[in-house]
């Protein structure tokens, strides 16, 4: 069975500081990993994902993330955080072997302070 | 404007009566799929949908139907709602299950209640 570990229930950073979010996780097969972004009262937005290629993915609003395959680890992260980036964050896998089921964690609730 | 509906956005109802969560998307997406959100559980999917007439579970499919007659709609059907249905749903959409280089498109949710 697949799933996704959010270690952190809460990330707190003052703006302009470096941010990291953390997400691993476990599939039999290889990987398909996403980062969301869900803002109070709205559906999820997509950052960004991960399905083969380059470990580094670059995505939507300077967030980047880099895929570990020896760690399982596919952790968000930007260099510069900003009050606006403050949300929920939810990291999600499917696998390649059946990628219509997919499988998101707990969330990370991000507060960035001015 | 490309999107994913759905209706009602709030819903309120008694347990037993059968009630319909409608999802449609205007993008041609072929994969559809259901979550549901509840505090501390993140998202958990119910049921997705590769393409029409062709549907499968998620992790938490019991007391949920769904139906793909057409491409655009994915209807969730409770047939008989229970309060531990009470919950905010999400209808997602991509143009293939890898998400495509957009990603999934996520509906508004519909937060139901059951009494």
């Known amino acids: 069975a697949q799933s996704v570990a959010q270690p952190e229930d809460q990330v707190n950073v003052a703006e302009g500081n470096p941010l990291t979010v953390k997400c691993t996780y476990s599939?039999?097969?290889?990987?398909?990993l996403f980062w969301y972004v869900q803002y109070p009262n709205r559906g999820l937005q997509f950052l960004l994902k991960y399905i083969t290629g380059d470990n580094l993915v670059k995505g939507s609003y300077g967030f980047e993330a880099e895929f570990n395959k020896s760690q399982t680890s596919f952790h968000l992260k930007k260099p510069s955080a900003l009050v606006s980036d403050s949300a929920l964050y939810f990291c999600a896998v499917s696998e390649n072997t059946n990628a219509g089921k997919s499988t998101f964690g707990d969330g990370t609730t991000l507060t960035v302070k001015p | 404007e490309a999107q994913v509906t759905q209706n009602p956005r709030y819903l309120i109802t008694v347990t037993g009566k059968k009630l319909t969560v409608t999802c449609s998307q205007n993008m041609n997406h072929e994969y559809m799929s259901w979550y549901r959100q509840d505090p501390g559980l993140g998202l958990r999917q119910i049921y997705y949908s590769m393409n029409v007439e062709v549907t499968d579970k998620g992790d938490v499919p019991e007391g949920y139907k769904v139906s793909r007659k057409e491409k655009r709609n994915f209807p969730l059907i409770l047939e008989s709602p229970s309060p531990n249905q009470t919950s905010l749903y999400f209808c997602?959409?991509?143009?293939?299950?890898?998400?495509?280089?957009?990603?999934?498109?996520f509906g508004s949710g519909t937060r139901l209640t059951v009494v």
């Open positions: 997602a959409s991509s143009l293939s299950n890898t998400g495509s280089s957009r990603g999934y498109t």
């Open positions: 599939v039999s097969g290889n990987p398909y």
